[in-house]
């Protein structure tokens, strides 16, 4: 095997970092969209190293549906106040108060489809011309032929049958007034990877990704937190439980794995062994097979 | 551990999806929820069986006309290597997304239905491997099942294969006789082959060796952003960042920035809170000069013992990638590292007809499209030939008018 070239982990981080200068040199207001979720955390560390000492040239920007984990707004704030980078907050609330946007009611209702309003209108009122957010293409198969740099219309959608040739590492961000481009760094990273990179580079994590002791209830087959935003009727039974989440979202529609996994260590060999996609756990991504494609095409990051 | 990235080029006859299916299937690549949607999908082979192809299907436009559109990546690895697939589409019109896909690849698959052998389509592929200089080449002779794994058949195979590959100076080759739905020689080698002595596919793949381009005077660290923190602690902290592409720069190194022409001394080497001893090509650094000269994005530092072309006049083959074919009396903009400035083509020399590699002369370059051109640009580009250091000979051409990435260049000279 050859010896000349960089460990995959270094490769990956490298890609990441060309790609975060690329948006720096490219746009007059780029931001990145932080959700507290591990893939954001990643990116906001691969940003530090890209451009320590220096500030970083972008605001966080992180739409907030109000049914949130209580950890991760915690460690949000704290890593806001440890990194010293400006954050925009966009809040769901106001686009329902406006009456932007109109609250699901019914057993299943969720916020999660409303945050693409916020977040377009986040995007409109700032100006941003790119928004860089921690997709990957190893998560659903209609992002395996995302773009890095992925061009949005004034509508944030996503046109998959008109999307730029993409050579080389040679990253086209020419945009006309009122489209954005919406950047991917760690594209080419799988779920695997970006826990491997958490461990080396010992980036601290909200709580929620390590097992713990939470009341749930069991809804279409999958755990879900008990909160005030779940609608819950009679039928709903709460038991205590042993989970971990392995994504982080809107209370609502992110559901947890029965896991004893306490450090990072045993969550890597639990992923290594384990028989279900990240986006498995997403009730969002259960309504159809074309469900991803769609919502991406409507805006949804 | 590093990555492979590699291509799949072939057709959906060829069985190109279900090879790539079955490298996942069988390589333990595929999870218990995206198993459970393959065995809900009411496509199934004509045995029953599980298609296969459905795992790389993307696009819902795709899944209802059958055909792969896009490149679509794919990601899986073993114990030995990660790998990334670029799967894409073989047909002759989507030519501009097979060039896309080969242009970050390592190795390139190309697959042959035994029962046709060498076809037109095999010639296009390999004239595009070689175009874009994928190292490394594997021919999967596919459906063997189909051909009685006839020993002959695959001879026959290779034999006019290694014709075509001595036409385009395509000199590594590795020939492996497969059935992707049977799933002889992908992961596992095959009992029903027993006259084939060499690797399956999966373990060809884990073992061929790639190299990157770290000798010092190729040493090229395209500039994207000057870091400088203007704080009272780092008032005079100047760090020039970006990714080297390809050679290798150390401390002390002597450099010259292109295109100004200056030249310094590398005085530090950062990567965050280290200091690595040497960049390797690959490496997203930060680097400082001993003298202070006027560096900005768009600039290219190289070893001054190894300078790259410097030219605004330059040939270069051309892969015309927009439905608007090309005009030479526009002005279009053309992208090489971080560098974006005006261009025009200046001379059409010649087309390749890419199914028989014959010139064509027909003075019109439309979608698809692949020839020969003159480019002149409105600033100096400090390139290489595309065919010694393709890092640093790629480039993109952009339509002004739409924004869109009309057309690849691999830069071959400079004509000035």
Redesign the interface.
């Known amino acids: 095997m050859s010896t000349n070239r960089l460990d995959y982990l270094d490769e990956l981080e490298a890609e990441a970092i060309y790609i975060l200068r690329e948006v720096a040199g490219q746009f007059e207001k780029p931001a990145l969209l932080f959700s507290g979720g591990k893939d954001s955390i990643t990116l906001v560390h691969l940003a530090l190293k890209a451009f320590r000492p220096g500030k970083f040239p972008f605001p966080l920007v992180h739409i907030d549906t109000g049914h949130n984990f209580e950890e991760t707004i915690q460690y949000r704030d704290e890593m806001i106040a440890r990194i010293g980078e400006k954050l925009i907050v966009g809040h769901v609330q106001d686009s329902i108060d406006e009456g932007k946007v109109i609250e699901q009611t019914g057993k299943n209702a969720s916020r999660n489809a409303l945050q693409t309003f916020t977040l377009l209108d986040t995007i409109a009122k700032n100006g941003f011309d790119a928004c860089i957010g921690g997709a990957r293409r190893d998560e659903e198969k209609a992002r395996a032929k995302e773009r890095i740099f992925s061009v949005r219309d004034e509508f944030g959608q996503w046109d998959p049958k008109r999307q730029r040739p993409e050579l080389w590492n040679i990253y086209n961000g020419k945009i006309h007034k009122g489209e954005n481009v919406r950047v991917f760094p760690i594209s080419n990273w799988t779920e695997l990877d970006v826990w491997n990179y958490i461990r080396r580079e010992n980036i601290p994590l909200p709580t929620i990704y390590f097992a713990h002791q939470r009341d749930c209830i069991t809804r279409n087959g999958q755990l879900m937190a008990a909160s005030p935003f779940l609608n819950m009727d009679e039928e709903d039974v709460v038991e205590r439980r042993n989970v971990r989440f392995r994504t982080v979202g809107d209370m609502t529609c992110t559901a947890a794995v029965e896991s004893y996994a306490f450090e990072i260590d045993d969550i890597i060999s639990e992923i290594a062994d384990s028989k279900i996609s990240e986006r498995g756990a997403r009730m969002d991504d259960k309504v159809s097979e074309a469900a991803m494609e769609e919502r991406k095409k409507g805006g949804y990051f | 551990?590093?990555?492979l990235k590699f291509i799949t080029a072939g057709s959906v006859d060829d069985g190109k999806s279900t090879l790539i299916g079955r490298l996942l299937y069988d390589s333990d690549a595929i999870?218990?929820?995206?198993l459970e949607?393959l065995h809900a999908s009411n496509r199934k082979n004509d045995d029953g069986t599980i298609d296969l192809a459905i795992l790389t299907?993307?696009?819902?436009?795709e899944?209802e006309q059958g055909i792969t559109?896009?490149?679509?990546?794919?990601?899986f690895?073993t114990d030995?290597?990660?790998f990334?697939i670029a799967d894409a589409p073989g047909h002759i019109q989507y030519t501009?997304?097979m060039?896309?896909g080969a242009?970050?690849a390592d190795l390139a698959i190309i697959l042959i239905d035994a029962r046709r052998g060498v076809v037109e389509q095999t010639t296009r592929h390999s004239f595009l491997v070689s175009l874009l200089q994928i190292q490394k080449v594997v021919i999967a002779v596919n459906k063997m099942d189909m051909v009685d794994y006839s020993e002959d058949v695959f001879n026959n195979i290779v034999a006019d294969y290694q014709k075509i590959a001595a036409k385009l100076n395509i000199s590594d080759v590795t020939f492996i006789p497969v059935s992707a739905l049977k799933g002889d020689n992908i992961v596992y080698p095959s009992t029903a082959i027993s006259w084939y002595k060499g690797d399956s596919l999966l373990h060809h793949l884990e073992?061929v060796?790639?190299?990157?381009d770290?000798a010092s005077t190729h040493a090229r660290l395209p500039v994207?952003?000057v870091?400088?923190?203007q704080?009272d602690e780092?008032h005079d902290?100047r760090g020039y960042?970006?990714?080297v592409?390809s050679g290798s720069f150390k401390v002390n190194d002597k450099v010259t920035v292109l295109p100004s022409g200056f030249t310094s001394t590398i005085s530090k080497i950062e990567?965050?809170?280290t200091q690595p001893a040497e960049a390797?090509a690959?490496?997203?650094v930060t680097v400082h000069l001993k003298d202070n000269i006027d560096i900005s994005?768009g600039d290219i530092i190289v070893n001054s013992a190894g300078e790259p072309q410097l030219s605004s006049v330059i040939e270069a083959d051309l892969c015309w990638?927009d439905t608007r074919g090309l005009d030479t009396s526009l002005t279009y903009?053309v992208?090489?590292?971080?560098k974006?400035v005006r261009c025009k083509i200046r001379e059409m020399l010649h087309k390749v007809n890419i199914n028989t590699l014959e010139k064509d002369f027909d003075e019109d370059f439309k979608l698809n499209d692949i020839g020969r051109v003159v480019i002149k640009t409105a600033e100096p580009l400090a390139f290489d030939p595309y065919q010694e250091n393709?890092?640093n000979g790629?480039?993109?051409i952009?339509d002004?008018r739409t924004?869109?990435?009309v057309g690849?260049l691999m830069l071959r000279q400079s004509v000035e």
């Open positions: 551990m590093d990555i999870l218990a929820d995206q949607a299907d993307g696009l819902k436009a899944r559109i896009d490149v679509a990546y794919k990601y690895e030995k290597r990660k990334i501009r997304n060039v896309t242009s970050n073992n060796e790639i190299n990157r770290n994207q952003w870091v400088r923190p704080t780092l902290y960042a970006g990714r592409s990567l965050y809170d390797l690959g490496m997203s994005r990638m903009l992208q090489h590292n971080t974006t393709k890092a790629g480039a993109v952009i002004s924004n869109v990435t690849a």
